[in-house]
């Protein structure tokens, strides 16, 4: 996050978009992360099959990595302390995006296999099913604790004095970052379930799950949406990018929190029930199959009756 103070006016997107840089202590974690997970995912595809899977998860664990490099070295880092919107949408990004896409990508693998040997070894010891790590991870994944920690962590941030305090300092605003992408992380892992903690919820389970989430989440958007006063402070002297007053600023954040937030709540609930829509009609197709084998086996060991059983002697005459 950068002071906005000094920057000039900007009146376009163009203008927005060619905001980068790299040199804060987040870009530069970021950039160590996705090098190592690069580099990773080469050795893994040299050592093992590489197949159409292998690289889709690639290519989400890429598109999470460069969406986490927008939000937090791009335009909407840039810009947070100048426009709510922007500092919202890089909540969005961060929260909504670029967390589950990593763990769809199942990275565990790619970094281990970055280590070298003797790192990837104890790496490979830490994440058994007894370790502590596991164990830590598998109590904090549990539907009961991830859920809490998410609408916590979205709801304490935009407590105002929490919220303005993120602004003011710059320790406080990594901070913020850090919370809010560990708590999304877990939120999304009963949902995606990648190794090395499997999610134990059923598709019905998962679709209950993120319909706990949207309600709350919708609620305070709608809040900071329809509000007629600025709730943060220290938007109350923004420069004014894009000629938006405050109060403009603040409505068109609460709606990019109202509406994308909630797409992708919905979308992700659409592709739950049609997988499990798709797996309930697999059940039905296997229950279908065993079906004729078990009555073709009762009828082969059947004895085939006598023919005078059949026709009486009479009519055989």
């Known amino acids: 996050m950068n002071g906005g103070s000094e920057r000039d006016l900007i009146d376009s997107f163009g203008k927005f978009a060619y905001a980068w840089d790299f040199s ?42 460069a969406l986490l490099a927008f939000a937090l070295a791009g335009p909407l880092d840039v810009y947070a302390s100048d426009l709510f919107a922007a500092h919202t949408s890089q909540h969005i990004v961060i929260a909504m995006f670029a967390a589950p896409l990593l763990l769809v990508a199942r990275p565990m693998a790619a970094y281990i296999w970055a280590f070298p ?38 709801y304490g941030w935009h407590i105002p004095a929490a919220y303005n305090a993120s602004l ?25 379930g990648p190794p090395p903690v499997r999610t134990r919820l059923s598709y019905p389970q998962r679709i209950v799950f993120l319909l706990l989430a949207v309600t709350p989440a919708a609620l305070l958007a709608a809040v900071i949406t329809l509000s007629k006063s600025v709730i943060f402070d220290f938007y109350l002297d923004s420069p004014g990018h894009f000629g938006w007053s ?68 009479d009519e055989r005459k």
């Open 24 to 65: 804060s202590p987040p870009a530069v974690l970021l950039l160590l992360l996705a090098a190592a997970y690069v580099a990773g995912s080469i050795r893994l595809s040299m050592r093992a099959r590489a197949d159409r899977s292998f690289w889709a998860k690639f290519a989400a664990g890429l598109t999470g990595f």
């Open 117 to 154: 040997r003797p790192l990837r070894t104890g790496a490979g010891t830490a994440l058994t099913e007894a370790s502590v790590v596991i164990r830590v991870l598998r109590l904090l994944t549990r539907p009961v604790v991830a859920l809490p920690l998410f609408l916590g962590s979205l």
């Open 246 to 313: 405050p109060t403009e600023d603040q409505r068109i954040g609460g709606l990019l929190m109202w509406i994308p937030g909630n797409f992708v709540f919905l979308t992700t609930m659409t592709i739950l029930f049609f997988r499990w829509f798709a797996e309930e009609e697999r059940k039905s197709f296997r229950k279908a199959a065993r079906r004729p084998r078990r009555s073709s086996a009762a009828a082969s060991s059947a004895k085939p009756s006598d023919s005078h059983h059949e026709y009486p002697d």
């Open 168 to 192: 003011e300092n710059e320790w406080v605003h990594l901070f913020m970052h850090f919370t809010m992408f560990a708590a999304a992380v877990l939120f999304w892992w009963p949902i995606v």
